[in-house]
Each structure stands twice: as structure tokens, then as C-alpha cells.
């Protein structure tokens, strides 16, 4: 029997995210019924998928007496935001890592006052920037010795990995396989496949253990949206779920239900591609939902994809995990020309 209800979780985003039939969407493609899973509405300073992890992580930090939460990202991360937020209502400092293309080391020169920097901004967050993705690590290291040598007296740091994507923040993914199943079961819906985006893998990974644990007769098909390959992604993810189910003594998912896809990458990651900005508009056009640049529009270009292919009747159900992002739409207006037939700059300074 797993101790998945005996986890330590913070309540701070709101929840059950609505389960919603889309029927423009539907008639739109011409294919199964589509239902999305709302977790761009989970509340948390505009809500995603990070807050169902962050409740995990934050308990975790107040269980080790945090009093600074670190984390890092790019500039323009949705789980940085979320984490932000996450610190105000556990008491705590944000120290967040952030690489951007140019570093600046005074404090009245920093990148463009845009998206989900912006929000950090907001939110009272510290902001330490480097390079590059990697140099990261070194630096949240650095600033937690930091924080422990030179803070006030009792100052406790906790870091948090890329994308809270750790056996811990797994778990809020767990959790959310419980509660879409309960919404399957109340409105009569089986649906053989549920499409969510991948990229640090901790929500793919956490979803997995759900359905090893409470059930479901769907697949479920993760998009990548980083560089690494379809196998490379499948090991890590399956790695991280095995984690997380052993620190709940759940059973281990069985390898075969890993599906990790990298057919929607396109060029890099944060580029949208074609496909994903056609998905943005096709989804904002019939149901005024906002996929976001990144992620979840990469994701639903492959859900596009099955439909055209034919790979479901009109009696099937699918389900699109939809991850939230939307803040990052504002940081790439320049991207979004091909379907707004206009060009955009983003503002440099307010
Ligand atoms: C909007 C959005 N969707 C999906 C993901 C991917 O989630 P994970 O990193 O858990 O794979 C992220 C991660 O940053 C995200 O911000």
C-alpha cells in the first residue's frame, strides 16, 4: 500500500482544475470528442503545472525550516513564476537563477521587463543572472552557501531543481491523475489517450505513477519540447517516475507505458514551430483558450497530428493535459507574426 496521502502538501493553488468538453474544437478537427484538463487555471500567479508540484516542494522546504527558496530557469520560465508566488505564501525568500542570452551584473540593467520575468519582478524575487542553462547549478550552489555563511542568523536555504522535477515534486502529478479520474468517471468519459507536454519530465513522470497507482484505461503520450531525443527523454522520465514511486513505496511503472514523442520539437527549444503556432490559433479561434509558445502548443500540435491521421473514430475521447504558460506569449511577440499577419517587437522598458 503506497503513503501517497501521508505526503506533507501545502494547499496554494485551487483545485480540481475543470475537466472541459471542447466542442468548436472538436467540430474544428472533425474527430473524437476532446477534453482539456485545465491546469492553466490552478490559480497560482496565473496558474500551471508547476503549483501542483510546488505544493509538494514547498511543504518539504517548511518541513527543513526554509527560509529562502531557491530555484532557477530560463528568463522566461513558468515554473520560476509559480515558484515566486510559491515562496511569498510559505514565508520565504525567492532566489531565483535565471540564464538569459545577456547577462547583466548591474542592478539597473536587466533583460526586457516582459512575461514571466516580469511577474518575478512583481513578486518581489531576487533575480541572479548567468549565461547559460548550465551555469546555473553552480550558481544556486553558490548562493546557498551563501545564504547559510553571510544570512541572518538561522537562515536556511532550499533548492529547488529545473523545473521542480524531482521525486517530491513528482507527486503533485500523482495527485492529479486521482482527480481527473474522479471527473472522467462523473461525466461518463473513457478516453483512450491523454496528451500532456514534457519537459523537465516531472509531470509526465508524476502522471505515470498515478495511473500505476489509481488506474486508467488511457495512454498517456508526452510531447518533448527539449533538445535530446525521444529515447533519451523516455529513460529520464521513467527514471524520475520509478523515483517517485519508490519514495511513496508505490509499485514501479512498467517501462511500455512510457511514450515520449519528439516529432514536435522543430528547430529548438522555445521556437515555436508551425504546427504550434497554428495550434495556438486554432485553439484561441474556437474555444478563447491561450496554448503557450513553449510547451503546451508543441504538445497539441502532435494531438492535432493523431487526429489527421486518423488514428481515433469519432466515438473516441482524448484528453490534452493543458500545462499553462500563457506569460511567456508576451515575451515572444516577435514569434507570433505567421498568425497574427503582422509583426511584433516586445518592449524593452516600461
Ligand atoms: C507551460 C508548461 N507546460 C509544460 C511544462 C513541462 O512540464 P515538465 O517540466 O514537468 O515536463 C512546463 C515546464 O516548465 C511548462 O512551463
Do not use: W
Not at 119 to 132: E, K, Y
Not at 187 to 198: E, H, L
Not at 246 to 254: F, M, S, T
Not at 272 to 299: G, M, N, Q, R
Amino acid at each position: 500500500m503506497s503513503n501517497f496521502f501521508s505526503q506533507p502538501r501545502e494547499r496554494i493553488g485551487t483545485f480540481p482544475t475543470p475537466l472541459e468538453f471542447m466542442p468548436r474544437l472538436a467540430k474544428a478537427l472533425g474527430g473524437p470528442r476532446i477534453y482539456l484538463k485545465r491546469d492553466d487555471l490552478t490559480g497560482l500567479a496565473l496558474g500551471g503545472n508547476k503549483t501542483r508540484k510546488l505544493e509538494y516542494l514547498l511543504a518539504d522546504a517548511k518541513r527543513k525550516g526554509a527560509t529562502h527558496f531557491i530555484t532557477e530557469g530560463g528568463v522566461q520560465s513558468n515554473h520560476v513564476r509559480q515558484s515566486a508566488a510559491a515562496a511569498i505564501l510559505g514565508g520565504m525568500q525567492a532566489e531565483l537563477v535565471l540564464n538569459t542570452p545577456a547577462p547583466r551584473d548591474t542592478p539597473d540593467a536587466v533583460p526586457p521587463l516582459q512575461g514571466n520575468y516580469l511577474i518575478d519582478d512583481l513578486l518581489g524575487a531576487n533575480c541572479h543572472f548567468v549565461a547559460t542553462g548550465p551555469d546555473r547549478k553552480p550558481k544556486m550552489a553558490e548562493l546557498a552557501e551563501r545564504i547559510k555563511a553571510e544570512g541572518p542568523p538561522g537562515s536556511v536555504p532550499y533548492v529547488v531543481v529545473s523545473g521542480g522535477s524531482d521525486a517530491v515534486g513528482a507527486l503533485g502529478y500523482v495527485g492529479m491523475i486521482l482527480e481527473m479520474n474522479g471527473q472522467l468517471v462523473e461525466q461518463g468519459v473513457s478516453p483512450r489517450c491523454v496528451y500532456v507536454a514534457n519537459g523537465s519530465a516531472g509531470t509526465q513522470a508524476g502522471m505515470l505513477v498515478g495511473k500505476t497507482l489509481f488506474g486508467g484505461g488511457y495512454g498517456i503520450k508526452g510531447y518533448c519540447v527539449v533538445p535530446g531525443g525521444a529515447e533519451e527523454i523516455t529513460q529520464d522520465t521513467l527514471m524520475l517516475a520509478n523515483q517517485c514511486a519508490a519514495r511513496i513505496g508505490a509499485e514501479p511503472v512498467d517501462a511500455s507505458l512510457v511514450v515520449c514523442d519528439d516529432t514536435q520539437f522543430g528547430e529548438a527549444y522555445g521556437t515555436p514551430t508551425p504546427a504550434a503556432l497554428e495550434a495556438i490559433k486554432l485553439l484561441a479561434h474556437t474555444e478563447a483558450i491561450l496554448l503557450d509558445p513553449v510547451y503546451s502548443s508543441k504538445a497539441f500540435a502532435g494531438m492535432i497530428a493523431d487526429i489527421r491521421a486518423g488514428v481515433y473514430g469519432s466515438d473516441d475521447a482524448i484528453v490534452f493535459v493543458h500545462t499553462g504558460g500563457a506569460p511567456a506569449l508576451f515575451a515572444k511577440v516577435d514569434m507570433l507574426g505567421p498568425i497574427l499577419g503582422k509583426t511584433g517587437r516586445p518592449q524593452q522598458r516600461l
